[in-house]
């Protein structure tokens, strides 16, 4: 069965540095997000993405953050100078959309500690 | 107020219970989802739905758009069921789903 993995699964990283987490969703899939989880809190949603670019992103996303999908197979998250804050799972899925179903399919997830 | 509200928070039965979560949510949706989230942090589909009822094995998801309610219901409760049982509407503009702060859910042999 299709799914959508994450790489790493765990990064450790010092505040100030950047960090790109990595996603290959499911072949077929459009519509393609990220969310996080501080840990002890619940889901939140980052951004979507769609035909090349954000189609929605929340408050969270703010110029620190960036996503690209530099080519056929991998979405990535970056974040351009990490803060101790920014310690969570972060969480890639997919949907396939349209015609497909818009049911979500969820990465394993990359634990990111900020120290 | 929150977009989504999920009862209860906590909940313990025993194996072999029936077991409901319920969820209310505020906004217009285009679907809402189900979701079970394990121990170890991975987070599973179980249901997307924009009416009425659907089945999965032991599980059966409902919702009721009028009164934006829904519930997810497990019989026959088994301990590999104790998991986060999260909520997650998508409104309709987009397809971004809004969390609800899960139930956690323990089911004691």
């Known amino acids: 069965e299709p799914e959508v993995t994450q790489t790493p699964s765990h990064q450790v990283t010092q505040m100030g540095q950047e960090v790109i987490l990595r996603c290959v969703p499911i072949?077929?899939?459009?519509?393609f997000y990220w969310y996080r989880q501080i840990l002890g809190q619940k889901v939140e949603f980052l951004v979507s993405?769609?035909?090349?670019?954000?189609?929605?992103k929340s408050e969270i996303f703010d110029d620190q953050f960036s996503v690209e999908r530099p080519d056929g197979s991998n979405f990535t998250l970056k974040i351009r100078s990490t803060k101790l804050e920014d310690s969570a799972m972060y969480f890639c899925?997919?949907?396939?959309?349209?015609?497909?179903?818009?049911?979500?399919?969820f990465g394993p997830g990359t634990r990111l500690t900020v120290t | 107020k929150n977009e989504v509200e999920q009862s209860p928070q906590n909940l313990t039965a025993q194996e072999g219970e029936f077991i409901t979560i319920n969820c209310s949510y505020s906004?217009?949706?285009?679907?809402l989802h189900w979701l079970q989230q394990h121990p170890g942090g991975g987070i599973v589909s179980l249901f997307m739905l924009s009416s009425g009822k659907k089945k999965h094995g032991r599980l059966i998801a409902t919702i009721n758009i009028q009164e934006k309610h829904s519930s997810l219901h497990i019989t026959a409760s088994h301990p590999r069921d104790s998991a986060v049982y999260i909520c997650a509407p998508s409104p309709a503009s987009n397809y971004q789903l809004i969390w609800g702060a899960g139930t956690k859910l323990i089911i004691k042999p």
């Open positions: 993405f769609y035909n090349n670019e954000i189609s929605e």
């Open positions: 906004v217009g949706i285009s679907a």
């Open positions: 072949s077929n899939h459009l519509y």
């Open positions: 899925a997919s949907t396939g959309g349209g015609t497909y179903s818009y049911e979500q399919y």
